[in-house]
């Protein structure tokens, strides 16, 4: 399901949807600019390659993803994992580790992994998405207030110590310039709405500066040597089978957390605009525009939920809103590029002060802490503290990883297995068991979470038993480890004289019971009987013994 080609045959594209996605493409084209200059930065990048990514990564994801409204480009999600990698391995290895982490997506797409991102549980996407906010907000102190750090460190901790230690020599006009740009950023939302606030503290700003001239401001014009106009020309970087094998890792983390933020844009797309997306399309897509994007001097991109929100307030409802975005960028970075050279580093690190703000979830992660189960709080906080002085990497794996266990222990939990009593079985056996049966029913999922609660259960059958049925009924499915824990039980029962038999089994775990061997065990033809033929069977045999 290609969104551009579900748009077109529904009419979409017609010419009354045209100048509502025309003029929500204009906006969002406009409230990407200064992000994706301030994204490019932070990511150690220059500012127009964050352009280049949203012209590339922006068109061909609207073209070719499954989200009729959903906005691609550079994210603040990314910048954690993005300046790391730029800072070891440089802006070749950035975009190499971009263009591997396409192949990934597109891959993952081809053979339908899109759904597996759903099995993350919130408190890890909660606390790796607060964490990574962290880490951007401490990162723009050094362009907010102008410092000059004397040391800085590979860790957080050693970075913000550094940070900490300049803020008294903090430089007065660049910190004046950030804290107007941030002022505007949260004030012109309540009074032009139809402006986009980044836009206008990006604009005032740099007017400021480029009419007064404060000394020891730094900008895109000092830092960069400000912005060539037009877009480069294509370019791919030197691959190496060592090189490849280097940025793997760095790969599949950027792989990972577009997929992650990508489907979140495309779930919160489909719920403000009532559509509906393929996940896997939307991998297919996006795996192109990573690959394509560093081709044209850009690096990664993932779904943007802010913008995408923006496009569907504004009236965008087709693809056709995505490209308008992208061809927006160029336009400005055709016709504006000289005049950025005066804009402050500063006004765009106050746009990221904001955009972390929004991206800590601040509110949503309170809650989960005050609310949220004792098991579900840890695990957001593991997350979260690995994120800002571990690693993202370690901090999304371990995340996922306790939660799997956590899982596996309440589910372990609800598995029952009770004895039945005469009393119980009275619709079924109104004159009662017949002397020597046992009748135990399991309730639950029969797995290796579960097999342990299973052998201590039934180790401690009475001595004077002699037949022992086990109703499978609400048993929905069985592993091979719960099914080793049966045979080793029965095994161990025979050898007391003791008969195992089984009753009330659905087809599919009297196959996997065939299959495995354990019903020829038994010497049972068929586990699928019900409990009154299992009984009957029993006195029958208590009979002729």
Not at 233 to 239: A, F, G, T, Y
Request: aromatic content about 6%.
């Amino acid at each position: 399901m290609i969104a551009a080609l579900e748009s077109w045959r529904a009419g979409l594209f017609h010419r009354r949807h045209l100048m509502r996605n025309l003029g929500a493409g204009l906006v969002v084209g406009v409230v990407a600019l200064p992000l994706a200059m301030a994204f490019a930065i932070a990511s150690g990048a220059r500012p127009e390659q964050g352009i280049y990514t949203g012209i590339v990564a922006g068109f061909l994801t609207a073209l070719l993803g499954s989200s009729r409204v959903s906005i691609s480009g550079p994210t603040g999600a990314f910048i954690a994992i993005l300046a790391g990698i730029t800072a070891k391995y440089g802006i070749d290895g950035l975009q190499i580790a971009s263009i591997m982490a396409g192949l990934i997506l597109l891959a993952m797409g081809l053979v339908k992994l899109g759904g597996i991102i759903r099995f993350i549980p919130t408190p890890v996407i909660t606390g790796f998405t607060s964490g990574i906010a962290i880490i951007i907000w401490v990162g723009q102190w050094k362009d907010f207030f102008g410092l000059h750090p004397a040391a800085s460190g590979r860790h957080f901790h050693e970075k913000l110590a550094a940070l900490v230690a300049a803020l008294p020599d903090f430089h007065l006009a660049t910190t004046l310039l950030a804290l107007s740009a941030l002022a505007l950023v949260v004030i012109m939302p309540r009074l032009i709405r139809r402006i986009p606030s980044p836009l206008i503290a990006m604009v005032a700003v740099t007017v400021a500066q480029a009419y007064f001239h404060f000394d020891g401001v730094a900008t895109i014009g000092s830092a960069f040597g400000g912005i060539p106009p037009g877009l480069p020309e294509p370019h791919l970087p030197s691959v190496s089978f060592a090189r490849v094998l280097e940025l793997l890792g760095p790969a599949i983390t950027i792989a990972m957390l577009g997929a992650i933020e990508s489907l979140l844009c495309a779930v919160v797309a489909d719920g403000m605009a009532g559509t509906r997306h393929n996940p896997n399309q939307e991998l297919v897509g996006l795996g192109i525009a990573n690959i394509a994007a560093p081709i044209f001097g850009g690096f990664a991109a993932t779904g943007a939920i802010a913008r995408t929100a923006t496009s569907i307030r504004n009236g965008g409802d087709s693809p056709l809103a995505g490209v308008v975005h992208a061809l927006t960028l160029v336009a400005v970075l055709v016709a504006l590029a000289p005049l950025a050279a005066n804009i402050p580093l500063a006004a765009l690190a106050a746009i990221l002060f904001v955009v972390a703000w929004n991206m800590s979830e601040a509110r949503h992660f309170v809650d989960l802490l005050r609310h949220a189960p004792v098991n579900d709080k840890v695990l957001l906080l593991i997350t979260f503290l690995l994120t800002v002085f571990a690693d993202l990497v370690i901090a999304v794996n371990v995340g996922v990883l306790l939660a799997a266990l956590l899982f596996m222990k309440r589910m372990s939990e609800t598995v029952t297995i009770e004895g039945e009593s005469d009393t119980s079985l009275a619709a079924v056996c109104p004159v009662g068991l017949p002397k020597g049966v046992q009748v135990y029913s399991i309730d639950g999922p029969l797995f290796f979470g579960a097999a342990a609660t299973f052998e201590r259960t039934l180790a401690g059958l009475h001595d004077h038993t002699r037949v022992l049925i086990l109703r499978l009924g609400q048993v929905p499915m069985a592993d091979v480890t719960a099914m080793q824990a049966l045979a080793d039980l029965t095994r161990h029962f025979q050898q007391r004289g003791v008969k195992v038999r089984l009753c009330e089994a659905n087809a599919r775990i009297n196959d996997k019971l065939a299959n495995f061997g354990l019903l020829d065990q038994l010497g049972q033809a068929d586990a699928r009987i019900s409990l009154v033929d299992v009984l009957a069977q029993a006195a029958d045999e208590g009979a002729a013994a």
